[in-house]
């Protein structure tokens, strides 16, 4: 095993155990419905924190992804793998979690903004480029609702962050739903370039069904009524998705490529925590707390 792969398992394994743990409290205040919705940010840290340590573990060679115009690239790829792990450590202690998912969402959009608009002209009819695009934007999105989950309640900022980014998300979800559609012998949740092994039976049929659960998803986050069971559904199926799909692919093809398959667990993963986590709604305690903690990190800060 390389020291990247062991790296990003090692992360992501300590992520995924400690989140739930910690998220116990959290877990025992909400009803059966909501319970998986608590989860999203565990699951969002599991991901993210995978992403930090293949940051860290492959600089030299996810550097040259660093736009030409940026000096130092390798200090930018580092840059990135802190801020990620950052990001994952505030969702795991579910401290200062409103701040942490306001600069990930930026962070997402910088990556938006820097690297895939400008090749926007030479890749305008490319699946795979919109495809990549579009993703980078909804784990955005993703983030924008939790942080405006830990405004207090009626606060405009949160309101409006809330429905950009259920908004956005519900057009990636129901675009990726089409593309399942339209390309079913793709791998399934996010349609990448990659076909679907001849072993895994019935490919079309996994593909219409996460279809329909996308689409069916993405509808349901525009309705006040119908998000937090449209993101709570939708986020299972990824989940699955994650479990089993991707799971056995990565037992697979562990020995040849376990990088490439990790970062295709990790990826689905990150979508299916990015659709719970726009199931977020106000929470009242959690809210007051993280103002509470915004006003003493402002108190700390200040001369």
């Not at 419905?33 to 940010?41: E, N, T």
């Not at 057009?171 to 990726?176: E, K, N, P, S």
């Amino acid at each position: 095993m390389t020291v990247e792969a062991a790296g990003m398992i090692a992360a992501g394994v300590s992520a995924l155990i400690a989140g739930p743990i910690l998220a116990r409290p959290r877990l025992a205040a909400t009803d059966a419905s909501g319970k998986l919705i608590v989860l999203g940010p565990a699951f969002e840290a599991a991901a993210i924190a995978a992403f930090s340590a293949e940051h860290f573990t492959a600089a030299r060679a996810l550097a040259p992804i660093v736009p030409h115009w940026l000096p130092a690239p390798l200090f930018w790829t580092y840059f990135v793998g802190a801020c990620l792990f950052a990001a994952a450590l505030s969702f795991v202690a579910f401290r200062c979690v409103r701040s942490a998912a306001a600069w990930l969402a930026l962070l997402f959009l910088i990556i938006v903004a820097t690297l895939d608009l400008p090749n926007l002209p030479a890749n305008l009819h490319s699946r795979i480029f919109w495809t990549l695009t579009v993703r980078e934007t909804a784990f955005a999105s993703g983030a924008m609702v939790l942080s405006a989950s830990l405004w207090p309640r009626g606060a405009a900022i949160g309101s409006a962050l809330a429905r950009i980014g259920r908004t956005l998300l519900a057009g990636i979800m129901i675009f990726y739903a089409f593309e399942h559609f339209l390309f079913p012998h793709f791998v399934i949740g996010v349609p990448l370039a990659r076909l679907t092994p001849a072993w895994i039976p019935a490919p079309v049929l996994w593909a219409d069904l996460v279809g329909i659960a996308l689409l069916l998803g993405g509808i349901g986050l525009l309705f006040r009524a119908t998000t937090r069971v449209a993101a709570a559904g939708t986020g299972l199926v990824l989940l699955l998705v994650t479990a089993f799909f991707y799971g056995p692919l990565l037992v697979a093809e562990f020995h040849s490529n376990p990088v490439e398959g990790l970062n295709y667990v990790f990826d689905t993963l990150l979508f299916a925590a990015t659709v719970l986590l726009a199931g977020s709604s106000p929470d009242p305690e959690a809210s007051r707390r993280a103002v509470e903690e915004q006003a003493e990190y402002t108190a700390v800060s200040l001369p």
